[in-house]
T-cell receptor, first 110, second 113 residues
């Protein structure tokens, strides 16, 4: 099984930078995903990391350290529309099918 | 337009009345799955299918059935729904190799009274 831990809720100010952490314990690691989910909507894919390091995609970046079982999602130049739940998910055990964490609800205020 | 569709989007039913939630994708994806999402518990996988006629249990399969007779369709069947199956259900699809991104349907909100 897997143990995925991320903060339940975070708040940040419009225009700022926020870092959402995710720690995991698993065997046979096959990659870590981040998804964004607005209230009442479907999750949408943000990033996939399988090697250590930082992957940058516009305002969003995702970092992975396999030895530490740790990832973070970095959101820059926050906008009100970034208020959403951010789901960390880990694939392991020879499968690329991810198990999802409980998600971090991010509230961006003016 | 590439998409995953689910029907119905909203359903209120009574305990014990069999129901089916349909899921269809037009991206020729091999992999499809069903999740339920409950407050404080996150997304939990019910069943998944790696290809036609191949299905496997996820983390919470009890009380559910699935079938994969065609590549594009993956219906979720509740033979005898109970109130603890009241939830938000998502269908998802993806490729087996290459991009491991999953595409989610819009969700089905089910209430069992």
């Amino acid at each position: 099984g897997q143990n995925i831990d991320q903060p339940t809720e975070m708040t940040a100010t419009e225009g700022a930078i926020v870092q959402i952490n995710c720690t995991y314990q698993t065997s046979g690691f096959n990659g870590l995903f981040w998804y964004q989910q607005h209230a009442g909507e479907a999750p949408t894919f943000l990033s996939y990391n399988v090697l250590d390091g930082l992957e940058e995609k516009g305002r969003f970046s995702s970092f992975l350290s396999r030895s530490k079982g740790y990832s973070y999602l970095l959101l820059k130049e926050l906008q009100m529309k970034d208020s959403a739940s951010y789901l960390c998910a880990v694939a392991s055990g020879g499968s690329y099918i991810p198990t999802f964490g409980r998600g971090t609800s991010l509230i961006v205020h003016p | 337009e590439a998409q995953v569709t689910q029907n119905p989007r909203y359903l209120i039913t009574v305990t014990g009345k069999k129901l089916t939630v349909t899921c269809s994708q037009n991206m020729n994806h091999e992999y499809m799955s069903w999740y339920r999402q409950d407050p404080g518990l996150g997304l939990r996988q019910i069943y998944y299918s790696m290809n036609v006629e191949v299905t496997d249990k996820g983390d919470v399969p009890e009380g559910y059935k699935v079938s994969r007779k065609e590549k594009r369709n993956f219906p979720l069947i509740l033979e005898s729904p109970s109130p603890n199956q009241t939830s938000l259900y998502f269908c998802a699809s993806g490729r087996q190799r290459g991009s491991y991104e999953q595409y989610f349907g819009p969700g089905t909100r089910l209430t069992v009274t």
